[in-house]
T-cell receptor, first 112, second 113 residues
Framework: GENVEQHPSTLSVQEGDSAVIKCTYS??????FPWYKQELGKRPQLIID?????GEKKDQRIAVTLNKTAKHFSLHITETQPEDSAVYFC???????????FGRGTSLIVHP | KAGVTQTPRYLIKTRGQQVTLSCSPI?????VSWYQQTPGQGLQFLFE???????NKGNFPGRFSGRQFSNSRSEMNVSTLELGDSALYLC????????????FGSGTQLSVL
């Protein structure tokens, strides 16, 4: 099955700084890579996703990059704001599975 | 379109008891998956149901079971509760292709005393 590793587990930045979270996966057949944000006490929600035929995708201050050769993908948040403080999860499905395997999560803390 | 609904929101049980959690997916979604979330452990996959059949299963003991009804609503059952079962249980619904967005419910916070 798929093995997804996520780093760092905690990331503390100052407001306005950039934040980068990286995930690696093991199954070369994986073709869909979502990122979920979970604010304290709330449900996880998809913030951005990327498919294997694309190397980068942007949505305002958020971007995701994918390197299929190295089997890693990263979440980039620019100009961080206190409301970006949350736990972020990456995920990747195994080639033969309908279910994504999640990373352990990164707790992002943005200090005002 | 109504979101994913989980009931109850909170549960307090004692060791040895059993519990049933409910999840109503978004209308039209045929896949319901269940996750256990504990601090520091991320989202641990329990199982997934698609069209009333268990299609995927995680590495949890047999005390954890589930089912899905013809209207796609799903229930999860935990028998002989242990203290370590205290967690937030989340369900998520989707169309079931594996390459699409998951819609999560708010979860059921289970405390085992």
């Amino acid at each position: 099955g798929e093995n997804v590793e996520q780093h760092p587990s905690t990331l503390s930045v100052q407001e306005g700084d950039s934040a980068v979270i990286k995930c690696t996966y093991s199954d070369s057949a994986s073709n869909y890579f979502p990122w979920y944000k979970q604010e304290l006490g709330k449900r996880p929600q998809l913030i951005i996703d990327i498919r294997s035929n694309v190397g980068e995708k942007k949505d305002q201050r958020i971007a995701v990059t994918l390197n299929k050769t190295a089997k890693h993908f990263s979440l980039h948040i620019t100009e961080t704001q206190p409301e970006d403080s949350a736990v972020y999860f990456c995920a990747a499905p195994s080639g033969g599975s309908y279910i994504p395997t999640f990373g352990r999560g990164t707790s992002l803390i943005v200090h005002p | 379109k109504a979101g994913v609904t989980q009931t109850p929101r909170y549960l307090i049980k004692t060791r040895g008891q059993q519990v049933t959690l409910s999840c109503s997916p978004i209308s039209g979604h045929r896949s319901v998956s269940w996750y256990q979330q504990t601090p520091g452990q991320g989202l641990q996959f329990l199982f997934e149901y698609f069209s009333e059949t268990q299609r995927n299963k995680g590495n949890f003991p047999g005390r954890f079971s589930g089912r899905q009804f013809s209207n796609s609503r799903s229930e999860m059952n935990v028998s002989t509760l242990e203290l370590g079962d205290s967690a937030l249980y989340l369900c998520a619904s989707s169309g079931g292709t594996g390459t699409e967005k998951l819609f999560f419910g708010s979860g059921t916070q289970l405390s085992v005393l």
